[in-house]
């Protein structure tokens, strides 16, 4: 905002943009090619310093996928830029301390070490990682505000939209209607800071709200949440990729070209990087398809039809989108899609099929060469896979995952600090999110007959309840007749939203409604009509072909 009221004390008009790019530069100091020079030099430093770490950790070490700050912010500078105000809330507020967190965990890695040359090597990489960092967001904020006020037009433009008709000659002082116009113009680029995905739309509330406008003067809060939904995805739309046309495509059930999927899969990689293991959502959410879909895409419609469709009701999906039904393609495209479009409306939790062991055997594989013709789209679809969370908590109360516990977890923190980009293991911790389920009939851990994961008692659950704190277990990955399964005196939920699994199980299916009170309500519906016509005709042709008597 002080770039903004730097106007104030003199007459809008009498200002150029030349002579506020001055001002700008006599503020910081440097001039625009020292600028920069000091970013360039800042991002080779990081770049080095993340190669360094290379040759200090173990070769495949999953620290080593953490330090890839350099990448992550080349990438997005032209976005970074667009507003210097922005930049500087979202380096300062989301970047830095991610940064800083992720040098705690390669601090705690090293605490444990031996005094030795190894870990004298490690800590001076640790501070000057720390420090060049620092200096790097310094020079993209910089280089930010010199961007944004380089350009003559723009800045000319505003000026003579804001003077002409408020001011006289002579003026020495803004009118009141003056003032009113900057708030405006203020307003207004708050909501742009919100349409680059740099502010929160809290942040943006509260600076809104300061401004003393009334609704009319500017975008509503209420199409600001909107806006927010979009996140960093607007931009994309100036670069070719129209997310809601690709959605409302999907919608009936047409696919999506190649190269557009391709390009889907890597920016939702981008946007994934950066959640938790363990993300963390307020009610009300609309567990939606809590996991199981397994490419019934009809059925998957008629989700949204009981739940509603995004962005008006929060989903939460639990895992195991593909394989098995007839459209795992269009069933992935189209969650990815809204994802995407809506990453804070949507969240995605990986399941055991979103990997590329399953996918070969269970359908995925086969129907993504059959409908493309290559082995392409499978690739783009499960490296994405390998970016998904392993979990969600909501409103701290209720613990969600695909399969169930492991008896390597006690904590959720545990979860936070696994290294979750790769294939799913055979075994081990993340095996055992994605693989294992409860058993009724024991209090404790015993191997599951699915030969990966654990089976799990109620006396496992109550205890990972109370060190955690939380209420309830929320997972997917077991067909439940009914539709969904309460254990454990309500300590645990099943929720299986395929109904008529594989088109022949003749099963109900559910999602899960989460009250802000904690309130849950299971909706039990059928499978959708449209099965019947577009369903086990194909169904039956395609088992002939090959049948696998499996059920994950």
Same mark, same amino acid.
């Given at each position: +905002?002080?770039?903004? *009221? ?9 200002? +150029? ?139 000319? +433009? ?8 408020? *001011? ?40 809104? +709200? ?91 419609? /008629? ?50 099929? /979103? ?8 359908? *995925? ?19 994405? *896979? ?77 205890? @990972? ?59 039990? @519906? ?5 099965? /019947? ?20």
């Amino acid at each position: +905002s002080n770039d903004i *009221f730097i106007f104030t004390n003199r007459p809008l008009h009498t200002i +150029s943009g030349g002579a506020i790019r001055t001002l700008v530069n006599n503020k910081c100091n440097l001039s625009e090619r020292q600028i920069i020079d000091n970013l360039t030099n800042g991002f080779q430093r990081i770049d080095q310093l993340e190669s360094e770490l290379n040759g200090l950790l173990p070769l495949g070490h999953p620290l080593l996928a953490k330090f890839m700050w350099s990448q992550v912010l080349s990438q997005n500078l032209s976005r970074l830029s667009q507003n210097q105000f922005a930049t500087k809330h979202y380096l300062e507020k989301q970047i830095k301390p991610a940064i800083t967190e992720d040098l705690e965990v390669l601090l705690d890695y090293i605490k444990n070490k031996a005094l030795n040359e190894e870990k004298s090597r490690l800590q001076n990489w640790i501070m000057a990682y720390q420090m060049d960092t620092q200096t790097l967001i310094e020079s993209i904020i910089l280089y930010a505000q010199i961007n944004l006020l380089n350009n003559n037009d723009e800045l000319d +433009s505003m000026i003579s939209y804001l003077c002409p008709s408020l *001011f006289s000659e002579t003026a020495q002082f803004h009118s009141p209607l003056s003032v009113k116009v900057l708030r405006i113009n203020l307003a207004n680029q708050a909501v742009g800071c919100v349409l680059v995905g740099m502010r929160k739309i809290e942040y943006v509330q509260d600076s809104l +709200s300061a401004l003393e406008l009334s609704d009319d003067d500017y975008l509503t809060i209420e199409a600001l949440d909107d806006i927010y939904a979009t996140n960093l995805i607007t931009f994309d739309r100036k670069m070719g990729l129209d997310l809601d046309a690709c959605i409302s495509q999907l919608l009936q059930k047409q696919l999506l070209a190649e190269t557009l999927l391709k390009e889907i899969c890597e920016k939702t990689k981008e946007l994934l990087m950066n959640e938790s293991n363990c993300v963390s959502i307020s009610a009300p959410v609309t567990v939606e398809s809590v996991g199981d879909i397994h490419g019934q895409f009809y059925d998957l419609i /008629e989700i949204f039809r009981i739940g509603g469709y995004c962005p008006y009701t929060n989903y939460l999906f639990l895992g195991d989108y593909v394989d098995r039904g007839l459209f795992s393609v269009e069933t992935i495209s189209l969650l990815t899609c809204l994802k995407l479009r809506y990453p804070h409306r949507v969240q995605l939790v990986r399941g055991n099929h /979103e990997s590329r062991a399953v996918t070969q055997t269970y359908g *995925f594989y086969t129907e993504c060469v059959r409908k493309y013709g290559s082995t392409n789209v499978w690739h783009y679809f499960t490296d994405m *896979f390998d970016y998904l969370t392993l979990s969600v908590v909501i409103d701290d109360r209720i613990f969600c995952v695909h399969g169930g516990l492991s008896p390597s977890i006690h904590s959720i923190d545990q979860i936070k600090i696994l290294d979750r980009y790769r294939e799913i293991p055979h075994e081990g911790p993340m095996a055992d999110l994605v693989w294992s389920d409860p058993d009724p009939d024991k209090e404790e851990f015993s191997i599951s007959p699915r030969g990966a994961g654990y089976t799990f008692g109620g006396l496992v659950v109550k205890k @990972f309840l109370e060190i955690n704190k939380m209420e309830h277990i929320l997972r997917a990955h077991q067909l439940c007749m009914e539709g969904y399964q309460v254990l454990y005196d309500d300590r645990l939920s099943t929720v299986w939203s395929a109904p008529n699994y594989c088109y022949r199980c003749g099963n109900m299916a559910s999602i899960l409604e989460v009250g802000v009170d904690g309130q849950r309500f299971f909706n039990v @519906f059928d499978a959708a009509p449209e099965n /019947e016509r577009d369903g086990p005709t194909q169904q039956l042709s395609i088992e002939k072909k090959e049948k696998v008597h499996y059920f994950l």
